[in-house]
């Protein structure tokens, strides 16, 4: 599975619109990018999937430029219940076996 | 729908002792996983099933037993708890082969400390 870099920690304000990017320099042809939320105590939940270019659903946009070795998660104007840690994973679709990393932990302030 | 539930969700044991973390899942999907997660630190894959009667290792299985008993149930075992096995113990399921999501669903978690 492909390894990804993503930072360890953002701050932002409510309102701000917030991108947080990941590397994934090794990722494979059939590999799709996805991201999960976890707030404390709780398990993850699923944001967004993609392969190639952007992706938006209701919660979040995804972009991914054409060498797919990096992506980027969009939070449309955050507010403070967004505060979270994120996490980049990228795999085949069908495995069982997800990589978390240590996600990336977001601060929104009012 | 529940979705997916675990019990108990919390736990304390004394080394050595045993005991058995139970999943179940009404979404009729296909996969189930077992993960623990320490503090501050990303989930990590102990056990997964790909579908009703396989199970498989993930990353960190060393001292603990799965069962697949049903396609509804999973359930993760410690036979002889170690401090070092205090953690989250989070239950996920997707629909797997069937389909082309990643998407798992998670669990509440079970709280376990080992003293």
């Known amino acids: 599975l492909a390894k990804t870099t993503q930072p360890i920690s953002m701050d932002s304000y409510e309102g701000q619109e917030v991108n947080i990017t990941c590397s994934h320099n090794n990722i494979a042809t059939n590999d799709y990018i996805t991201w999960y939320q976890q707030f404390p105590s709780q398990g993850p939940r699923f944001i967004i999937q993609?392969?190639?270019t952007k992706v938006t659903n209701e919660v979040a946009s995804l972009f991914i430029p054409a060498d797919r070795k990096s992506s980027t998660l969009s939070l449309p104007r955050v507010s403070l219940s967004d505060t979270a840690v994120y996490y980049c994973l990228v795999g085949p679709p069908n495995t069982g076996k997800l990589i978390f990393g240590q996600g990336t932990t977001l601060q929104v302030k009012p | 729908n529940a979705g997916v539930t675990q019990t108990p969700k919390f736990q304390v044991l004394k080394t050595g002792q045993s005991m058995t973390l139970q999943c179940a899942q009404d979404m009729n999907h296909n996969s189930m996983y077992w993960y623990r997660q320490d503090p501050g630190m990303g989930l990590r894959l102990i056990y997964y099933?790909?579908?009703?009667?396989?199970?498989d290792k993930g990353e960190v299985p060393n001292g603990y037993n799965v069962s697949r008993l049903n396609k509804r149930e999973f359930s993760l075992r410690l036979e002889s708890a170690a401090p070092s096995q205090t953690s989250v113990y989070f239950c996920?399921?997707?629909?797997?082969?069937?389909?082309?999501?990643?998407?798992?669903?998670f669990g509440p978690g079970t709280r376990l400390t080992v003293t």
């Open positions: 993609g392969y190639k």
């Open positions: 996920a399921s997707t629909r797997g082969r069937a389909g082309t999501s990643y998407e798992q669903y």
């Open positions: 099933s790909a579908s009703e009667g396989t199970t």
